[in-house]
Nanobody
């Protein structure tokens, strides 16, 4: 059974840090591009960061460049999002996404984890 389970969200002060994790199972993790998306209240879901199947290339939204780092451990079937210098506008539900590197219609989502940045 395909599963993506996010963890690591919570409440943090502005300028603080969080590390999100996404544990994957039920598919060939090493064949998938992994991404983090987020959705704030009243806003559309947006791509935050993506990483290729072997971790050789990354892509970030302009709003998080220099602050967030995406990484993956294929041996553990896990993708991470290290978030530093957090701002109130980073507050959102963060979702893990898996997309097959060739068959891009093979596309899976996690349930999301809440990140709240507030003093």
């Amino acid at each position: 059974q395909v599963q993506l389970v996010e963890s690591g969200g919570g409440l943090v002060q502005p300028g603080g840090s969080l590390r999100l994790s996404c544990a994957a199972s039920g598919f060939f993790f090493s064949m998938y591009v992994m991404s983090w998306y987020r959705q704030a209240p009243g806003k559309e879901r947006e791509l935050v960061a993506a990483i290729t199947s072997v971790g050789g290339s990354t892509n970030y939204a302009d709003s998080v460049k220099g602050r967030f780092t995406i990484s993956r451990d294929n041996a553990q079937n896990t993708v991470y999002l290290q978030m530093n210098g957090l701002k109130p506008e980073d507050t959102a539900v963060y979702y893990c996404n898996a997309r097959h590197r060739f068959v891009q219609s093979n596309n899976y989502w996690g349930q999301g984890t809440q990140v709240t940045v507030s003093s």
